[in-house]
Nanobody, 124 residues
Framework: QLQLVESGGGLVQPGGSLRLSCAAS????????IGWFRQAPGKEREGIVC????????YYVDSVKGRFTISRDNAKNTVYLQMNSLRPSDTAVYSC?????????????????WGQGTQVTVSS
C-alpha cells in the first residue's frame, strides 16, 4: 500500500518549463530520501537529482544543474521537480523513488519504492 505517483508530464517546446509532482501515500516522505530518475528509449536509466530527509540538502548532476529544482512540501506529502529551460535531450520517462535510511544517491538499487513514471517530451 506504499505508493509513489508521478504527474505533470507532457509535451513542451524547447526552452519551456514543466513541473513534475511525486505524491506519496501509505507512508510519510519526511523520513525518506527522494530521487528523480529518467530513461529515454534505448538508453539506461539515469539519476538526475535527489533530496535528503531531515536537512533537505540536494544533489544535481551537471546536465540539469541550474535548470531543475527539487523541493518538498511535507504538508502535502509531495516532492516536486521544477524543470526550466528544457531541451530535446531532456525527453524521457521521469520516475521518482524513495529510500529509507539512506543519504542522497543516484544509484537506483539503493531506493525502496518507485513510481510508475511520467512522460516528458521536449519538441518543437
Amino acid at each position: 500500500q506504499l505508493q509513489l505517483v508521478e504527474s505533470g508530464g507532457g509535451l513542451v517546446q524547447p526552452g519551456g518549463s514543466l513541473r513534475l509532482s511525486c505524491a506519496a501515500s501509505g507512508f510519510s516522505l519526511d523520513y525518506y530520501t527522494i530521487g528523480w530518475f529518467r530513461q529515454a528509449p534505448g538508453k539506461e536509466r539515469e539519476g538526475i537529482v535527489c533530496i535528503n530527509s531531515g536537512d533537505g540538502t540536494t544533489y544535481y548532476v551537471d546536465s540539469v544543474k541550474g535548470r531543475f529544482t527539487i523541493s518538498r512540501d511535507n504538508a502535502k506529502n509531495t516532492v516536486y521537480l521544477q524543470m526550466n529551460s528544457l531541451r530535446p535531450s531532456d525527453t524521457a520517462v521521469y520516475s521518482c523513488a524513495a529510500g529509507f535510511g539512506i543519504r542522497c544517491t543516484l544509484v537506483p538499487a539503493r531506493y525502496d519504492y518507485w513510481g510508475q513514471g511520467t512522460q516528458v517530451t521536449v519538441s518543437s
